[in-house]
C-alpha cells in the first residue's frame, strides 16, 4: 500500500474554502484514493473517493491530477462542524485485501 | 440506527486483568475489521474478518489479543492481561462483500480502554 504525506494540521475561518493536499508518490496502478473524517470521540467516516481527474459529492471534492502522485480534498465554505481530522488513504479495495492504513492526518481547526 | 455499535463505549481496567468488547456490525455486512487508535495517531488494524472467517491479522498483534465472530454477525475482542500499553480506542468497522465503493469502511463510535 502507498504511502501518503499530508499536512499535520491547518487552520481556517468559516465560510473559507479549504484544500488540503495529499502527497503518494508510489500510488499504484489499481490504487484508489479515499479520504475519511473523524471527529473526537468518534470513528472515522469515508467521506469521498476517487480514481482520477475530478470526483464531487455533496460534502467535498476530489481533485486528481493525471500522473494521481498528489490529490486534494476541497471543502466548501467550511463551518466550525468540520473541525475534524481529515485522512487521506491510498489502496485498492480496501474490503479484499483486509484493512485500510491510516497515517496521522491533517487537523483541521475551524475558527468564527 | 443501524449503524454499527460498540459495547462498552468505556472501560476501566487494572493492569494484568482481562477485557472483552462486543462489535455489532451493520446487518448483512460480511466484513468486520478491528483498528487501535491512541492520542495523536490514525487508527491501526488488528483483525478482519469475512463472515466468521478470520482472514488477516496484524503482525502486530499480540498473543494477549483475541478476536471471534462465531455467526458470521457479531464480534468479540479479547485483551487478556492487559497492559499499561493497550490503553487506547478500540474501533470496530463494518462493508459489505460487494460494494460500489472501494474502500468505504462503516466505522463503530468505538470503545475507549484505559488500563491502570
Known amino acids: 500500500l502507498a504511502k501518503t504525506t499530508q499536512p499535520i494540521s491547518m487552520d481556517s475561518y468559516e465560510g473559507q474554502e479549504v484544500n488540503i493536499t495529499c502527497s503518494h508518490n508510489?500510488?499504484?496502478?489499481?490504487?484508489?484514493i479515499t479520504w475519511y473524517q473523524q471527529f473526537p470521540s468518534q470513528g472515522p467516516r469515508f467521506i469521498i473517493q476517487?480514481?482520477?481527474t475530478k470526483v464531487t459529492n455533496e460534502v467535498a471534492s476530489l481533485f486528481i491530477p493525471a500522473d494521481r502522485k498528489s490529490s486534494t480534498l476541497s471543502l466548501p465554505r467550511v463551518s466550525l462542524s468540520d473541525t475534524a481530522v481529515y485522512y487521506c488513504?491510498?489502496?485498492?479495495?480496501?474490503?479484499?485485501?483486509?484493512?485500510?492504513?491510516f497515517g496521522k492526518g491533517t487537523k483541521l481547526s475551524v475558527k468564527p | 440506527d443501524t449503524g454499527v455499535s460498540q459495547d462498552p463505549r468505556h472501560k476501566i481496567t487494572k493492569r494484568g486483568q482481562n477485557v472483552t468488547f462486543r462489535c455489532d456490525p451493520i446487518s448483512e455486512h460480511n466484513r468486520l475489521y478491528w483498528y487501535r487508535q491512541t492520542l495523536g495517531q490514525g487508527p491501526e488494524f488488528l483483525t478482519y474478518f469475512q463472515n466468521e472467517a478470520q482472514l488477516e491479522k496484524s503482525r502486530l498483534l499480540s498473543d494477549r489479543f483475541s478476536a471471534e465472530r462465531p455467526k458470521g454477525s457479531f464480534s468479540t475482542l479479547e485483551i487478556q492481561r492487559t497492559e499499561q500499553g493497550d490503553s487506547a480506542m478500540y474501533l470496530c468497522?463494518?462493508?459489505?462483500?460487494?460494494?460500489?465503493?472501494?474502500?468505504?469502511?462503516?466505522f463503530g463510535p468505538g470503545t475507549r480502554l484505559t488500563v491502570l
Open positions: 488513504l491510498v489502496g485498492g479495495d480496501g474490503g479484499s485485501q483486509g484493512n485500510l492504513i
Open positions: 508510489n500510488i499504484a496502478t489499481n490504487d484508489y
Open positions: 468497522a463494518s462493508s459489505p462483500l460487494t460494494s460500489g465503493t472501494n474502500n468505504e469502511q462503516f
Open positions: 476517487g480514481y482520477k
